[in-house]
């Protein structure tokens, strides 16, 4: 039995996702609360494994809440409305979410995945740490959490040389001769790592200026490791803009 604890201010989205987790028996809901200051004796007092948290509470965030337990007792699948910024920081952090309004068949999933659950704390705490300083915007981050078939991968930006798209999949090619391939088109990526490091010179590919040595006119981005990245037409101005700093 997963013990789980509903934290949002609204009573009726507390209600509705108390009605949705009624069928799971495995998950037993002991608590629901609307604040951080009613949520912490809360947490204290039942010792869940699961919390469902909304990210933005009337008297704070979610992030203030969780730095109260440390190192993290309990999984968590956060809850936010249609926020870019706030969604940016949670899939930085490759952490769960679910946004506003609940569908069911998302629960689902997201439960699915919390039975399937095998980080190891520290890693969590990583996630979290990427997360809560990217939406409060108090430290630029400097780390992404890549989602593997196998694990949870923890990489510097500075370790990233590019990304090279393929169709649903995105490899990751990095320093030390690594590479990583991970779920997802880079247009997701693209929009989670910082625009003022990486370039995308083409429909496929994603650069680190960091390792880019030289622009060839005909359209051929000449890397430090010497491997040449395709330049397309229509974006020949934009790396020209990126690299000049124009």
């Known amino acids: 039995m997963i013990k789980t604890v509903i934290i949002d201010d609204s009573p009726m989205l507390r209600k509705d996702l108390l ?87 998302e629960l689902q999933h997201a439960l699915q995945r919390v039975r399937q659950e095998t980080t190891p704390p520290a890693t969590m705490s990583q996630q979290l740490e990427i997360a809560g300083a990217s939406l409060r915007k108090k430290t630029a981050s400097d780390r992404i959490v890549l989602r593997t078939q196998d694990a ?16 649903s999949y995105t490899h990751f090619v990095l320093t ?22 990486f370039v995308r010179c083409h429909q496929s590919y994603l650069v680190n200026y960091q390792y880019i040595d030289s622009f060839k006119k005909e359209g051929l981005l000449v890397l430090k490791n010497n491997e040449e990245i395709p330049v397309s037409g229509r974006r020949k101005e934009l790396v020209v803009q990126f690299l000049t700093g124009q």
């Open 152 to 167: 949870l991968k923890v990489l510097f930006f500075h370790d990233i040389i590019y990304c090279q798209g393929n169709a």
């Open 176 to 197: 030390g001769q690594r590479k990583i391939v991970v779920s997802g088109n880079i247009k997701e990526y693209e929009d989670m790592l910082p625009p003022q490091l």
């Open 19 to 105: 009605q949705m987790m009624a069928p799971y028996d495995d998950f037993l809901v002991v608590a629901e609360c609307g604040s951080i200051k009613d949520a912490i004796p809360v947490l204290r007092a039942t010792q869940p494994q699961l919390l469902l948290l909304d990210i933005e509470l009337d008297d704070g965030d979610a992030f203030e809440l969780l730095e109260h337990f440390r190192p993290l007792p309990f999984t968590v699948i956060f809850i936010t409305a249609f926020a870019q910024h706030a969604i940016r920081t949670i899939r930085l952090g490759a952490l769960d979410y679910l946004l506003k309004p609940v569908r069911e068949e």
